[in-house]
């Protein structure tokens, strides 16, 4: 596998590249990802309109650029990789979601997981040689950025606690295994491709709740997790329509990952969180 990624090319596409395809096209390459996109969570934003604006433009706008510039091409990659996100299932203490789960937006994350989704699909004729592959992502764990920066500070502090109730389901992964599973979604196709995108649930198997979360990262730090952060509070720091995101969740279950024949690396939090802090 090691050898292999060294054949391809990645794209973490970003406005600064959409220049660049728009005026020169693909470059040739065996696989293409698209990681793009406002952070949802940039704790130097308010939320409103322009915000919003932005979140669906960074992922809309240049997913779309991406893919028309792969069916320009007089060479396509084998392979095209989008990684959206697990807010297309609605929040629900006890409903279960695989990939085989069909879903309408109900609100606004999971209509711009819609239109963002809608945006990589290939025209037919380019469909039957490069292999779609969606993954739904969620909250990515990893030592560098994103969630966990923002998190660490208060939880080494000892003022880290449950969001909201704490009961919200709380899909995950380890940053190393998302890796993994876009490059299991890179893998050449051994059959002609469908013309229909591949759609794996990127979460670890583990089904936690944001309470054995903030527990478990309590222990692994050996620190206490007695303040939790009331939802009131949350909406008025995040605004109510992005604060869902942490006071709600989903039970996602990676079924069609597993079932590829992917292996996890961190399925469960206690070796995903200590891996991550370094014991």
Same mark, same amino acid.
């Given at each position: 596998m090691g050898v292999y990624l060294q054949k391809l090319l990645y794209f973490s596409y970003s406005v600064l590249l959409q220049g660049e395809l728009e005026s020169h096209g693909l470059p040739p390459c065996e696989g293409a990802v698209n990681l793009a996109g406002e952070n949802l969570m940039n704790p130097l934003r308010w939320w409103n309109e322009s915000y919003k604006k932005d979140l669906f433009s960074s992922r809309i706008d240049t997913t779309k650029t991406l893919a028309q510039a792969i069916a320009a091409s007089s060479s396509p990659p084998h392979s095209w990789v989008l990684v959206s996100g697990v807010a297309c299932y609605k929040p629900s203490l006890t409903a279960e979601y695989t990939e085989d789960h069909e879903w309408t937006p109900f609100d606004l994350f999971s209509n711009l997981v819609k239109e963002w989704e809608a945006s990589a699909l290939l025209p037919e004729n380019v469909a039957k040689i490069t292999k779609q592959v969606v993954i739904r992502s969620g909250l990515v764990l990893g030592r560098? /950025?994103?969630?966990? *920066?923002?998190?660490?500070?208060?939880?080494?502090?000892?003022? /880290?606690? @449950?969001? /909201? %109730?704490?009961? $919200?389901?709380?899909?995950? =992964?380890?940053?190393?295994d998302l890796a993994g599973i876009i490059a299991h979604g890179l893998e050449p196709p051994t059959d002609p491709p469908s013309t229909s995108p591949q759609v794996f649930n990127g979460v670890a198997p583990a089904l936690n709740t944001n309470y054995e979360f903030t527990k478990e990262l309590g222990k692994v730090l050996r620190r206490p @997790?007695?303040?939790? =952060?009331?939802?009131? +509070?949350?909406? +008025?720091?995040?605004? %109510?329509?992005?604060? =869902?995101?942490? %006071? $709600?969740? $989903? *039970?996602v279950i990676p079924k069609r990952t597993l079932e590829a024949g992917f $292996?996890? *690396?961190?399925?469960?939090?206690t070796s995903a969180l200590k891996e991550i802090v370094g014991n």
């Open positions: 560098d /950025g994103g969630a966990m *920066k923002q998190m660490l500070p208060a939880f080494w502090l000892g003022l /880290g606690g @449950t969001l /909201g %109730s704490g009961t $919200q389901p709380f899909p995950w =992964v380890h940053a190393s @997790t007695v303040l939790p =952060v009331p939802v009131i +509070a949350l909406n +008025a720091l995040m605004g %109510s329509e992005r604060a =869902v995101v942490l %006071s $709600q969740g $989903q *039970k $292996q996890y *690396k961190y399925p469960d939090l």
